[in-house]
């Protein structure tokens, strides 16, 4: 869109209302509308095209402070989203970039100095994949593999969340390592794509399981019959239990994020689980994808972009229409609505 053609006057914003209590509900979010902002010297304007909808976000939706700031009442929902510079004051943008903005927020408009900017090359691929499999979540499937996970090639890699945006795309990294994949999900519409297009070698329905014994262990140990060499964690909980109960010596487990906490009021209660890590004498390592440096993510992005270009690594991308539909869209990825990585298509 060019300024000149069109200028908008009002800028929807989603704020936080009140703080949930467990399950976010859509009340926990307000829609708002103030003024489009006027970029001054050095500023661009920015027109949302995508916003990303994220599990972190419902952390920032608590008052406690975790890695990062909680959001206060009233303020702008955080995220990230790919924009088009719609009015520059910055000579290093042009009218008609498009550029991945970590600080857009859940916003239809936004200004920015250029800070964290990041100018996409739609010709490579679509530029909603900056905000998956080449952005912030493809980055942190890459990274947990080699640098938290360090696979080698003949090693069984086990991923959970293994269907979501971080998840499918790690296990695929672990697979053109040369490892076998074993990946948990969620039904059996997530375990085939995980075996028919994601190429894994195995994939565990949890659900099924647990609608059936329960008994997790028994059903990964039947798909890892000579045990776990790395566990991805995206989820946490009984999942988590059950993968560090097979763990083999000198394992490795990323943890990369523990959704199936996110919503719980108190601490849950679980088995005592440290004596499987001092058998196997594994190391257990959280990981942020934003501690990583330039000098790390961008060979990891070029290879990404590599494999995408090739058709070496499959992506999904789960579009949901409708900038109004940010707050469902992110309550969503707690129901296990989405394949893939679910972003919000605004403009
Ligand atoms: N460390 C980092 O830098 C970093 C960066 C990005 C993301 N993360 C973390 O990585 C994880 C995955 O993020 P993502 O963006 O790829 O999300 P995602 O996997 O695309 O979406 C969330 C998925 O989590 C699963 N889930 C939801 N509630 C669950 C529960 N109670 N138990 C088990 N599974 C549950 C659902 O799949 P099912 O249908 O299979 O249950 C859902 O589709 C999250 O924990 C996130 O916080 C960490």
Not at 139 to 162: D, K, M, P, Q, R
Not at 166 to 177: C, F, L, N, R, W
Not at 217 to 237: E, M, R, T
Request: with cysteine.
């Amino acid at each position: 869109m060019i300024i000149g053609q069109f200028k908008p006057m009002v800028n929807r914003q989603f704020v936080l209302a009140r703080r949930p209590a467990g399950m976010p509900v859509e009340a926990d979010f307000r829609l708002i509308e103030t003024p489009v902002p006027v970029p001054a010297e050095g500023e661009v304007l920015l027109h949302s095209r995508y916003l990303s909808v994220d599990p972190y976000m419902r952390g920032r939706m608590n008052a406690a402070k975790s890695y990062a700031p909680p959001v206060e009442i009233g303020g702008l929902m955080v995220g990230g989203g790919v924009a088009e510079v719609i009015d520059s004051k910055n000579p290093a943008f042009s009218v008609g970039d498009i550029v991945a903005n970590p600080l857009m927020g859940w916003q239809e408009y936004a200004v920015s100095i250029g800070l964290g900017l990041r100018k996409i090359d739609p010709a490579i691929a679509p530029i909603s994949t900056a905000l998956g499999v080449l952005g912030m979540t493809g980055l942190t499937a890459y990274i947990g593999i080699h640098e938290v996970c360090t696979v080698i090639s003949g090693e069984t890699v086990v991923i959970s969340g293994a269907a979501g945006a971080v998840g499918s795309i790690a296990g695929q990294v672990a697979k053109i390592a040369g490892c076998r994949v074993v990946g948990i999900a969620g039904g059996p519409r997530k375990t085939q794509y995980l075996t028919t297009d994601c190429g894994f070698d195995a994939a565990l329905d949890y659900k099924a399981v647990s609608q059936a014994d329960g008994d997790y262990a028994a059903a990964l140990s039947k798909l890892c019959p000579h045990g776990i060499d790395a566990y991805f964690d995206n989820v946490g909980g009984p999942i988590s239990d059950a993968a560090f109960t097979q763990l083999n010596l000198r394992s490795r487990v990323a943890i990369c994020g523990q959704i199936a906490q996110y919503n719980d009021v108190q601490a849950p209660q679980g088995p005592r689980l440290m004596r499987y890590i001092l058998v196997a004498r594994a190391t257990v390592r959280g990981f942020l994808i934003f501690d990583y440096t330039p000098a790390q993510i961008t060979p990891a992005l070029a290879q990404l972009t590599e494999w995408v270009s090739a058709g070496k690594l499959k992506y999904h991308e789960d579009i949901v229409e409708g900038f109004e539909n940010m707050p469902r869209a992110m309550i969503g990825l707690f129901l296990g609505e989405n394949i893939g990585k679910r972003v919000v298509k605004v403009a």
